[in-house]
């Protein structure tokens, strides 16, 4: 089936740095949307893209979070600088359409020490 | 309190065996119902999706919806060992934006015993 791609799968960074997680949704997909999942616990949204622009991001979207996807390539989410309570799993997915079904990547781990 | 709350938080069944899980909402607004599967290390996967009472099978899956009551539920018939792993319901809603998002339930640890 339709495959997301995220890289890198680990990454380990001091806490005030800047990380940059990349994701490559299915190729079609008009609609982008990153999670955030801690220890195997519940799915927690982000926000989500489409067209070029944020269309809703949650309480857990800080300041310090940015999404975009120059040039029709990555999908990224940006995250500087990085706090301990960043540490978490996060998710990236596509979708043809708004409500239709969300593909998900494998996942970046992140670990902000 | 959340707005999709999911039980049991685990289940262990048998090879063979009848696994059943239940989520039930606490907003009107949600349309859609999915069920997500996820595998140890992966990304959750759609098992399906569900937005009509009644129920819906697809294979060894029946999923059931009652929009009076919020809730929803799946069921796994002739559950495999390959079937373990952690079952998330998820309800979407439309957003301020107009957008839809998705609202994860906490999700059940699902382990088929051989």
């Known amino acids: 089936g339709p495959k997301v791609l995220q890289i890198p799968s680990h990454q380990i960074i001091d806490m005030g740095q800047m990380v940059t997680l990349n994701c490559d949704p299915v190729s079609n997909h008009l609609y982008f949307y990153w999670y955030k999942q801690i220890l195997g616990q519940q799915m927690e949204f982000l926000v989500n893209?489409?067209?070029?622009?944020?269309?809703?991001k949650s309480k857990l979207f800080k300041d310090q979070f940015s999404v975009e996807r120059p040039d029709g390539s990555y999908f990224t989410l940006k995250i500087q600088p990085t706090a301990l309570e960043d540490s978490a799993v996060y998710f990236c997915?596509?979708?043809?359409?708004?409500?239709?079904?969300?593909?998900f990547g494998p996942g970046t781990r992140l670990t902000v020490l | 309190q959340q707005k999709v709350q999911q039980s049991p938080e685990s289940l262990s069944v048998p090879e063979g065996g009848m696994a059943s899980f239940n989520c039930t909402s606490s907003?009107?607004?949600?349309?859609y119902f999915w069920w997500y599967r996820q595998h140890s290390g992966e990304g959750p996967k759609a098992l399906m999706s569900i937005f009509s009472d009644g129920d819906k099978k697809e294979g060894r899956f029946t999923a059931h919806l009652n929009k009076a009551s919020l809730h929803v539920s799946l069921h796994i018939r002739d559950s495999q060992p390959s079937d373990s792993a952690l079952y998330f319901c998820a309800a979407s809603e439309p957003a301020s934006s107009g957008s839809w998002q998705l609202i994860f339930g906490s999700g059940t640890q699902l382990t088929v015993m051989p």
């Open positions: 907003d009107r607004n949600f349309q």
């Open positions: 997915a596509s979708a043809q359409g708004d409500y239709a079904e969300q593909f």
């Open positions: 893209f489409y067209n070029g622009k944020v269309m809703e």
